[in-house]
């Protein structure tokens, strides 16, 4: 096989997989759906509840960005880390290959900001504090909807192994100067570490460098925390519009769901998967397919919409097109500088 031909095939399965990805999800929810009772579900989720739906969403957006702006430094202002952040999402909502991390750095990669390596390493711990929390909470949640002892001895591992995960990162940024010292002596005896390895270790350590501040360390996983509750409090409003009195410990089993469904490869904005991780959540509480898929489908739709219009207000401020940024993030290269 030719390498052109190779290359082509290659191109072609890394959008054929996530989007038959995100056509299997979907098909195994519609199997399950009477279509007639998904509609007239949605039809019940009046104005009021999508007003305070989306108030709730831009609430919670704004203590996510306030995370992520602590976790860079501040070295960028509120505005460009709220826009640049909503560009990710729009990378991830138009493209498959979850590419908006990366996009994310590389916006910020400009002479006056954070190198791409050290912006990347931000949104890394942005991540990990995100899978913890959405752990932690299914862990939580977990006894209410699974009895026996066997569950609850895995929640206590899972759980552990996130604490460990937290914890080593919080020790690399305490320690990142001894970790440079030693790099700085391994250079010496290998010219790839020194000119390749110890530079980028250099760049991403700095951008853990917040999680050596207790202080900040805190204010960042805290604003991450508040905003998850934001959502749980959003996801309330609209599910008791469609189920009278649920419980609230049920919004957060389900959204911690949705969230490890929407981290899973598929097509463009986790299509498919949020929603099939969310009718199997629901599923485990006694909660129809059909209640469960609307539910999932308007809570998708507002953040797709809203992160979208803030994403494209975002690449204009930085004078970038969509295609480019998904060009440079699929080669992770930054952007030419224009000469003085």
């Given at each position: 096989?030719?390498?052109?031909?190779?290359?082509?095939?290659?191109?072609?399965?890394r959008?054929?997989?996530?989007l038959?990805?995100?056509?299997?999800?979907f098909w195994?929810?519609?199997?399950?759906?009477?279509?007639s009772?998904f509609?007239?579900?949605?039809?019940?989720v009046?104005?009021?509840a999508?007003?305070?739906?989306t108030?709730?969403?831009?609430?919670?957006?704004?203590?996510?960005?306030?995370s992520?702006?602590?976790?860079?430094?501040?070295?960028?202002?509120?505005?460009?880390?709220?826009?640049?952040?909503?560009?990710?999402?729009?990378l991830?909502?138009?493209?498959?290959?979850?590419?908006?991390?990366?996009?994310?750095?590389?916006l910020?990669?400009?002479?006056?900001?954070?190198?791409?390596?050290e912006?990347?390493?931000?949104?890394?711990?942005?991540?990990?504090?995100?899978?913890?929390?959405?752990?932690?909470?299914?862990?939580?949640?977990?006894?209410?909807?699974?009895?026996?002892?066997?569950q609850?001895?895995?929640?206590?591992?899972?759980?552990?192994?996130?604490?460990?995960?937290?914890?080593?990162?919080?020790?690399?940024?305490?320690?990142?100067?001894k970790?440079?010292?030693?790099?700085?002596?391994?250079?010496k005896?290998?010219?790839?570490?020194?000119?390749?390895?110890?530079?980028?270790?250099?760049?991403?350590?700095?951008?853990?460098?917040?999680?050596?501040?207790?202080?900040?360390f805190?204010?960042?996983?805290?604003?991450l925390?508040?905003?998850?509750?934001?959502?749980?409090?959003?996801?309330?409003?609209?599910?008791?519009?469609l189920?009278?009195?649920?419980p609230?410990?049920?919004?957060?089993?389900?959204?911690?769901?949705?969230?490890?469904?929407?981290?899973?490869?598929?097509?463009?904005?986790?299509?498919?998967?949020?929603?099939?991780?969310?009718v199997?959540?629901?599923?485990?509480?006694?909660?129809?397919?059909?209640?469960?898929?609307?539910?999932?489908?308007?809570?998708?739709a507002?953040?797709?919409?809203?992160?979208?219009?803030?994403?494209?207000?975002?690449?204009?401020?930085?004078?970038?097109?969509?295609v480019?940024?998904?060009?440079?993030?699929?080669?992770?290269?930054?952007?030419?500088?224009?000469?003085?």
């Amino acid at each position: 096989m030719s390498s052109q031909k190779f290359t082509v095939i290659k191109k072609i399965s890394r959008w054929l997989i996530p989007l038959l990805i995100s056509v299997l999800a979907f098909w195994l929810v519609f199997r399950n759906i009477d279509l007639s009772k998904f509609v007239s579900n949605l039809k019940r989720v009046g104005f009021e509840a999508l007003l305070y739906a989306t108030l709730l969403h831009f609430l919670s957006l704004f203590f996510r960005v306030f995370s992520w702006y602590i976790l860079l430094g501040r070295k960028v202002s509120f505005k460009d880390a709220f826009f640049t952040m909503n560009a990710g999402y729009l990378l991830n909502n138009v493209f498959p290959f979850r590419l908006g991390e990366v996009g994310r750095a590389l916006l910020l990669d400009t002479p006056e900001g954070p190198s791409a390596l050290e912006a990347f390493s931000s949104v890394i711990v942005e991540r990990v504090f995100d899978v913890f929390l959405a752990a932690v909470f299914v862990l939580i949640m977990l006894p209410r909807v699974l009895a026996g002892d066997a569950q609850q001895t895995i929640i206590y591992i899972a759980f552990s192994v996130a604490v460990l995960g937290i914890l080593a990162l919080y020790l690399i940024a305490r320690y990142r100067k001894k970790i440079l010292v030693w790099l700085e002596r391994w250079g010496k005896k290998a010219a790839f570490i020194d000119r390749w390895v110890k530079p980028k270790a250099a760049q991403i350590l700095e951008g853990l460098s917040v999680l050596s501040n207790p202080r900040l360390f805190l204010l960042a996983f805290g604003s991450l925390f508040i905003s998850w509750m934001l959502a749980f409090v959003q996801n309330f409003v609209v599910f008791r519009t469609l189920y009278p009195n649920p419980p609230f410990w049920w919004m957060i089993f389900v959204l911690s769901i949705g969230t490890f469904g929407i981290a899973l490869p598929s097509g463009p904005a986790g299509l498919g998967v949020f929603e099939g991780a969310m009718v199997a959540g629901f599923a485990l509480l006694g909660v129809d397919a059909e209640l469960g898929f609307a539910h999932a489908i308007i809570i998708h739709a507002v953040s797709i919409v809203y992160n979208n219009i803030f994403g494209l207000i975002g690449l204009h401020l930085r004078g970038e097109a969509l295609v480019d940024l998904y060009q440079r993030a699929i080669r992770r290269s930054p952007k030419v500088q224009p000469q003085e």
